[in-house]
């Protein structure tokens, strides 16, 4: 096993490989007005792109765990990242939307290793309070990509919309240099599992019929897709209800990134310092003044881009503030399959994502308000599902 690097070095790289989801689904959000029209296709088409995306990506993470058990940590990555650079080219070159469909659903099998692997491997690493502000860190260093990729599609979109998807090959190329170069095999060859359907629907069995897991990870899910429904939303929220241009997508992304650190700063600062239950509870009273502020904001005031994406961005600090506590906590409920729990908390974040993008999100952005009271539904979901968990009490 190769010497480790620093806490901080294997962050950074855990984190660019968690990362290379957010990258996929956001970098290209500003070019969708071009592809519409170079594709020949529509708003509702170039949606759904999001949408072949996500479930590949969903399904696709229910096994990424399991093969990471099986063939180890860094053989997964290198398959999962390889295929997903071809992927990218494909889309690239895509002279319409069916193919472009075709190409984001082979990016979305291939871009879940990553993100997969890098939970994994957090807490094959680390142990208890040091896993936790690993942990946050790498959210934190995550958390900074949906506000980056819309910048970064908007500037590339000024060379050409093709300049997007193959900055995301060059990332993935990138991204696996580093993780080869940097990460250590956490799976050795006696630890792993053999590969089997049989096997692996055993394992998800027991992970699912886990309550205890199923409460914390839809509890998870449901705080993330708060949130994400306003990322799903960005090409009609920002620019048919906010007024702002392809060009300044930053508006949202970089005040509700900060959110995310910020929070995922304080989960830092508070783990080993305070009782877990404290810290959740904290977190869902900022979530629920942030929604209620929301609601409040889009029902009274007139629509305005800084009124209407400000409470956004103050509803992420608690989202980020649990995430790490719920994560830990889901992977730690099974450890000697921990790949498998990894896969399935990635499955249930991503379903409620591709719920969201596929029919959750046309039906509430047709106005602010219908974006504001989704985050509340998702909120209340969530709420519903962690004053039920065990982590909740003393």
């Known amino acids: ?5 620093s806490p901080l070095v294997l962050s950074v790289v855990l984190a660019s490989l968690a990362a290379l989801a957010p990258f996929a689904i956001d970098t290209y959000l500003p070019a969708f007005p071009v592809l519409e029209s170079n594709l020949g296709g529509t708003s509702l088409e170039l949606q759904q792109s999001l949408t072949f995306y996500l479930l590949p990506y969903a399904l696709m993470t229910l096994w990424h765990g399991a093969i990471s ?3 180890g940590r860094i053989t997964t990555i290198k398959w999962g990242l390889g295929v997903f650079v071809l992927a990218s080219i494909g889309c690239a070159f895509a002279p319409n939307v069916e193919t472009l469909w075709f190409f984001r659903a082979l990016q979305g ?3 879940g290793a990553g993100n997969v692997v890098a939970r994994a491997m957090v807490r094959d690493l680390f142990e208890g309070p040091q896993a936790q502000r690993v942990m946050a860190t790498v959210q934190m260093l995550f958390g900074i990509a949906p506000a980056v990729a819309p910048i970064i599609g908007g500037l590339l979109l000024g060379i050409h919309w093709q ?3 193959i900055f995301l090959a060059l990332y993935a190329g990138v991204s696996l240099w580093a993780a080869v170069r940097y990460l250590p095999e956490t799976m ?4 792993r599992l053999p590969l089997s359907a049989k096997q692996v629907i055993k394992d998800y069995r027991i992970i699912f019929g886990d309550k205890e897991f199923n409460y914390v990870v839809f509890a998870l899910g449901a705080n993330f897709a708060g949130f994400f429904i306003y990322v799903l939303a960005s090409p009609v929220f920002l ?3 906010l007024g702002l241009t392809e060009h300044q997508f930053g508006w949202m992304f970089i005040p509700t990134v900060f959110g995310m650190v910020l929070g995922s700063y304080l989960a830092k600062r508070a783990a080993g310092q305070y009782p877990q239950h404290k810290v959740i509870k904290v977190a869902y009273l900022w979530m629920a003044a942030m929604v209620a502020l929301n609601l409040v904001v889009c029902f009274v005031l007139p629509t305005n881009a800084i009124y209407n994406i400000v409470p956004v961005a103050l509803f992420n600090i608690g989202m980020a503030l649990a995430m790490p506590i719920l994560s830990l906590a889901a992977l730690d409920r099974h450890p000697k399959i921990r790949g498998t729990a990894a896969s399935g908390q990635a499955f249930i974040q991503m379903l409620l994502s591709t719920v969201s993008a ?3 999100v046309p039906l509430v952005w047709y106005a602010p308000s219908g974006l504001a ?6 909120l209340i979901f969530g709420w519903t599902m962690i004053r039920q968990a065990r982590l909740l009490k003393p």
Request: hydrophobic share 45%; net charge positive.
């Open 163 to 165: 300049a997007i998807f």
């Open 188 to 191: 050795p060859k006696a630890k």
């Open 1 to 5: 096993m190769k010497h480790h690097p």
């Open 69 to 71: 058990d099986s063939i």
């Open 358 to 360: 596929g029919l959750i």
């Open 109 to 111: 099998l291939s871009g």
């Open 239 to 241: 620019v048919k209800h």
């Open 373 to 378: 009271l989704a985050m509340a539904g998702y």
